[in-house]
């Protein structure tokens, strides 16, 4: 899978001046198959053997066949010699800028990832002009996904934007207890797996007469909420559940909660 | 009371080829059986190096 989504990423990455290489310990002969049926256009590097994987200390030894009883999944004697799955990123004079290893291999980097390690986050990445949207009072808020598919394991990253209203602010979770902090669930989904919401860090505000200082979101706030399919549902609506209370500098609206869904589709597990 | 056994968390940081070292010299054949080494077809260019278990299970 990760070899598609590479693939995926390629034509931009070439465009970048990014070069591509994937090593296994497949043997040529394996790797020429894949090759010509997923159309790959880069290297496929063949460690047979596994020497270059266990010279660079890779080798998925111990943690393979743990992370295999874990799941209940018996470990073949071809599996052994296995390297751990990861991305080295290369400088231009080849020496390694970032590393990015996975703890469980069924957690996998998508395209959108991969171009990600070589070229930065963007994060000045604006939501799509046609992300699905929810206004309440004091809040705008539009989510969306890198991609409009996703694959059972891969990393599926829901991306949220709010706009809180001028002069306004929302309560940070955290903040003073009378009044109701920001929150942002999942509805859940079987088959979905939740992790923890990404937000920045709130800022401090203090009030005329007050001497309590509350912590709150002002202006724009980009969050991000990591998630996993474990099977393929087909087409799926994500829907996002945002609790929030909005305040003037004098005066508090009530709680709200306001509801938005993404839509997308499923695709098949590739195995690689 | 059980307790759910755990993965051991792996740092990775320890695990391979260290951030700041000059990737190691690699000359593996490709798709196509053609010798390729690693820094030669890299030219000057920025690079992903993708370690991934097998393209057949």
């Known amino acids: ?272 | 009371m059980s307790v759910s056994p755990q993965l051991p968390v792996l740092d990775f940081s320890e695990i391979g080829p260290r951030v700041g070292s000059r990737l190691a010299d690699v000359r593996l054949p490709d798709q196509a059986g053609r010798l390729v080494d690693l820094h030669t077809e890299r030219g000057h260019r920025r690079a992903l190096v993708v370690f991934y278990r097998s393209a057949r299970w």
């Open chain 1, 1 to 272: 899978m990760q070899l598609v989504e590479l693939q995926d990423a390629w034509q931009n990455l070439q465009r970048k001046r990014v070069a591509i290489f994937a090593i296994s310990y497949d043997s040529v002969e394996v790797l020429a198959e894949f090759a010509e049926k997923r159309r790959i256009s880069y290297p496929l590097l063949s460690d047979e053997g596994s020497h270059t994987i266990r010279a660079f200390g890779l080798l998925n030894e111990e943690h393979l066949v743990q992370q295999h009883a874990f799941y209940g999944i018996q470990t073949r004697e071809e599996q052994l010699g296995v390297a751990y799955p990861g991305t080295l990123v290369l400088n231009a004079q080849g020496v390694i800028s970032d590393k990015y290893f996975e703890q469980s291999y069924r957690v996998r980097p998508t395209a959108r990832i991969f171009e990600e390690y070589a070229l930065g986050k963007s994060t000045a990445a604006s939501p799509p002009k046609d992300a699905p949207r929810a206004t309440g009072r004091g809040l705008e808020v539009r989510v969306w996904t890198d991609a409009r598919t996703y694959r059972p394991y891969q990393q599926v990253r829901l991306h949220v934007h709010l706009v809180v209203a001028p002069d306004m602010h929302v309560f940070a979770s955290s903040g003073a207890e009378e009044f109701t902090p920001l929150s942002l669930q999942m509805e859940p989904l079987d088959g979905l797996e939740v992790g923890q919401p990404a937000l920045p860090a709130p800022r401090r505000l203090g009030f005329k007469g007050l001497e309590e200082q509350f912590l709150v979101y002002e202006g724009s706030i980009r969050g991000m909420i990591p998630l996993r399919f474990t099977k393929n549902l087909g087409p799926s609506a994500l829907t996002l559940h945002v609790k929030y209370q909005a305040c003037t500098s004098t005066l508090c609206f009530p709680p709200t909660t306001l509801r938005v869904a993404v839509s997308l589709d499923g695709l098949d597990l590739i195995r690689d």
